[in-house]
């Protein structure tokens, strides 16, 4: 993507020489320094948040997959584009997409990984939509149902309890 622009946080950031370690390290695959947003720590959780109002598309890290940072990029409105991996902390990513019904942001491979990423950017309308879409999303999915996990998790400890009791050890 010829105007495309690479957001990079990471506490590490605030030192100049790892900017400039990764800066060469880009350099020396064809992407130029201004092309990169090389962000370090910030200490207030509005910067923090605020700064997905510069992001479009999050790319999900690999081969460990983000989570944190997963939700908080789908509930400021930035869709997450993932490769599913092949152990849990590959994996979590699409499990998250999955459960707001975003399975077709989950890649298969690499390819396809670059390939979604660059298919999304080169659709404005439907990263708009899906941009709106995402908060609704997430506050209608059994992420950010507590009732219902509780719900479970209760149901979980009684039939733990009632084995117990029952002298079922295993």
């Known amino acids: 993507m ?3 622009r690479l957001v990079l946080k990471n506490s590490s950031l605030v ?3 790892t900017q400039a370690r990764y800066r060469d390290l880009f350099a020396s695959h064809g992407v130029v320094a201004d092309r990169l947003d090389l962000v370090g720590y910030l200490p207030e959780r509005g910067g923090h948040l605020a700064l997905y109002n ?3 598309i999050a790319l999900d890290t690999f081969p460990y997959n983000g989570t944190t940072t997963t939700c908080e990029a789908l509930w400021m409105g930035v869709p997450v584009v993932t490769w599913r991996g092949d152990r849990h902390a590959g994996r979590v990513g699409a499990s998250l997409l999955a459960a707001i019904g975003l399975d077709d942001l989950v890649a298969p491979s ?3 990984y670059v390939a979604l990423a660059r298919d ?3 659709e404005p309308a439907r990263l708009a939509a899906l941009s709106r ?3 609704e999303r997430l506050e209608a999915s059994p ?3 507590a009732r ?3 719900r479970a998790l209760e149901a979980a400890y009684r039939e733990m309890w009632q084995r117990w009791c029952r002298g079922e050890r295993t």
């Open 2 to 4: 010829p105007n495309a």
């Open 15 to 17: 030192d100049a020489g």
């Open 54 to 56: 510069r992001i479009d």
């Open 110 to 112: 690499l390819e396809a």
């Open 120 to 122: 999304l950017a080169r």
């Open 133 to 135: 879409s995402l908060r």
């Open 143 to 145: 992420l950010l149902d």
């Open 148 to 150: 219902s996990l509780a």
